[in-house]
């Protein structure tokens, strides 16, 4: 979604940034609850270091909730173990119900998809357990149908509060 916005193929696209890209500006637009995702049947994890040396399922090295998994246990004095590169967050899930190791996802996500219910899941820490998406759009690219969003967005999220 990045490239199609960078191109302007997209107006704009939540972004789990934020984003330090001299071509992009944008808001943050809601938190995200993250997760700690284990096979089902696995003990509460509450540390890092109570699931050191797992092997972890994550989107590539740019993205921001890989970051910050991995701070979480370098954090904790504790390392993953190999770091599975995943396409999407099934595929994540799916490596977590056949028991080769945990992730971390968005809770929003988790709950959305078929599966959920056979994988255990805790919020992770108070200090690590939000994150920020962020809508973002090309620097300069504001338009009046951008900005009606923006305002539906906040409307929204001000009701919710």
Not at 30 to 47: D, F, K, L, N, T
Not at 78 to 89: D, V
Not at 103 to 115: E, I, K, R, T, Y
Not at 119 to 140: C, F, H, I
Request: with cysteine.
């Amino acid at each position: 979604m990045l490239d199609g916005v960078l191109e302007g193929k997209l107006n704009a696209a939540f972004i789990d940034g934020p984003l330090m890209h001299p071509g992009l500006e944008g808001i943050p637009a809601y938190q995200e609850e993250m997760m700690i995702v284990a096979p089902h049947g696995h003990s509460v994890v509450s540390r890092a270091s109570e699931v050191n040396g797992y092997n972890i399922y994550a989107f590539r090295a740019n993205c921001s909730y890989r970051r910050h998994f991995e701070s979480w246990f370098h954090a904790d004095g504790a390392t993953p173990g190999t770091i599975h590169e995943m396409e999407s967050y099934h595929g994540m899930l799916a490596c977590v119900i056949a028991g080769a190791g945990i992730a971390l996802m968005p809770a929003s996500m988790l709950n959305s998809m078929p599966g959920h219910h056979q994988v255990e899941a805790w919020p992770l820490a108070e200090k690590w357990r939000w994150l920020n998406t962020w809508l973002m759009w090309r620097r300069g690219a504001m338009t009046r149908q951008l900005e009606a969003f923006i305002e539906l967005l906040n409307a929204q999220l001000a009701s919710v509060d």
